[in-house]
């Protein structure tokens, strides 16, 4: 006797193309190159996709924990992803099909038993900490969205780097008046720019983290500050001209910027006042570092007491953000390291060759519990920041293996590189 045909319910893994932000963390971190993008959108080859899970913690909106049952015939392609404007919603007739094969489900026209693919375990591939330290204040996260974005009004623009510097680096205030929009340390926005891409859709937003301390860059305002790098090329080094970044930098005092998120609920500081936070950081990664520290800063005249270590690269000190205020921190409260790559004359030097350099002192706070660890940055220094830290941890005695891990489920190991 001839029973049911089986039907093959695949549970399709997509990004939400309207919370996305396009900050390639999720195609960075596939281990298996199932995520991919094009102008527009970022998208999952449901071919590819085995649902290891390690894209969705380090994703810093949520965009990427979407999923639909289809019919595995019926996965939805590569490019139909890349047209969307909103994700598709659920399929009933599917979404009731795997209903009926719920174990317990009854009813007496079963339907044919479904192979439904169930995400695998989390992967171990995820680097850092996908969990906050225990002593992080809350944050509010999605307050504002694509479809309901709120605004802000620019209250400073200047240019961090020297004129004579290649590097356009500004530093942003953006007010948001009486609009509540609470912050913590390393957390991010997005800017939505204006106009259009040249296929006529709405840019989508680009992400900045907060450079400012949650009470405020000029305490007890509703304002966050920004660091913005002006694009002019791109990574291969070719000409181009970043949409927001321009937009950004070119913004007068007065102009109003449309802001959503906002974004982050791991990469934040510890509030025990015992706390130390070691900090590595390249460029403009060292928003999340600014505003930790300057949080710190204030702290520390109510009574916090941990250390401040910081490693900061640059290509050349005129290049570096915030030198001349990071030079002005007393050298008690903040250990400073900085370390220029292309200052002429001189040996290129990274931060990972300063945390060697250092390793005595770092050893000592990778060996305090209360150490806390953040990277941010290009994502080459990732690596680099990483085989560091086990150099430094095996020639101490310690085991980096069990040390990684336990930094990774203490909270402890925060990376956001781009
Ligand atoms: P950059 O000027 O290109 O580079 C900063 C320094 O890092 C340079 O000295 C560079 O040396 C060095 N570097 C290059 N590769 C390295 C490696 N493998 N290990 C260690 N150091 C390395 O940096 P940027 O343009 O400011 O970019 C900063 C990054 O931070 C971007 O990827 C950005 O997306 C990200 N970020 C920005 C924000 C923000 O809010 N704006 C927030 C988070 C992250 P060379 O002389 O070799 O180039």
Redesign the pocket.
């Known amino acids: 006797m001839n029973g049911p045909v089986p039907v093959e319910i695949l549970r399709q893994h997509l990004i939400d193309p309207e919370i996305c932000i396009r900050c390639n963390t999720c195609e960075e971190t596939c281990p298996i190159d199932a995520i991919t993008h094009d102008g527009a959108n970022y998208v999952v080859n449901a071919d590819v996709c085995n649902r290891c899970m390690a894209c969705v913690p380090p994703c810093p909106t949520g965009a990427i924990d979407n999923w639909r049952n289809v019919l595995k015939a019926d996965a939805y392609s590569i490019d139909e992803q890349y047209a969307w404007d909103e994700l598709p919603a659920q399929n009933s007739s599917v979404g009731a099909l795997v209903e009926a094969q719920a174990p317990g489900a009854t009813g007496e026209a079963q339907a044919p038993p479904a192979a439904v693919d169930a995400p695998v375990a989390a992967s171990d591939m995820v680097r850092g900490s996908t969990v906050p330290p225990w002593s992080a204040a809350r944050p509010y996260v999605h307050l504002y969205t694509h479809k309901a974005p709120t605004t802000a009004i620019v209250v400073g623009n200047y240019r961090l780097t020297d004129d004579a510097t290649e590097?356009d680096?500004h530093h942003i205030v953006l007010d948001f008046g009486a609009m509540p929009f609470p912050v913590l340390e390393g957390q991010?926005i997005g800017i939505l720019p204006p106009g259009l891409t040249a296929d006529g859709r709405a840019h989508h937003a680009r992400?900045?983290?907060?450079?400012s301390p949650r009470d405020g860059e000029r305490p007890g305002y509703n304002n966050v500050s920004?660091?913005?790098?002006r694009i002019t090329c791109d990574h291969g080094g070719n000409a181009t001209e970043g949409v927001c970044s321009n937009y950004l930098c070119d913004l007068k005092k007065g102009d109003v910027v449309t802001v959503i998120g906002p974004f982050g609920n791991t990469f934040l500081m510890p509030n025990h006042p015992g706390s130390h936070l070691l900090m590595i950081?390249?460029?403009?990664?060292s928003?999340?570092m600014r505003a930790m520290t300057e949080y710190r800063r204030r702290r520390r005249l109510k009574g916090a007491t941990g250390k401040l270590m910081l490693f900061f690269?640059?290509?050349t000190q005129q290049?570096l953000?915030y030198f001349g205020s990071l030079m002005n921190l007393p050298k008690d409260f903040i250990d400073i390291n900085l370390?220029?790559?292309?200052t002429p004359g001189q040996r290129?030097r990274?931060?990972?060759d300063a945390m060697r350099e250092r390793a005595v002192d770092v050893a000592h706070l990778l060996d305090d519990t209360s150490t806390h660890i953040y990277v941010?940055?290009?994502?080459?220094?990732e690596?680099?920041?990483l085989q560091a830290l086990r150099e430094i941890a095996e020639t101490h005695g310690m085991d980096w293996e069990a040390l990684w891990d336990r930094l990774k489920r203490e909270g402890r190991l925060h990376l956001?590189?781009?």
């Open positions: 590097s680096i991010s992400q900045y983290s907060i450079a920004l660091t913005v790098k950081c390249t460029g403009t990664g928003a999340p690269g640059a290509r290049e953000p370390v220029f790559s292309r290129k990274y931060v990972q941010c940055g290009l994502k080459g220094m690596e680099g920041v956001e590189t781009y």
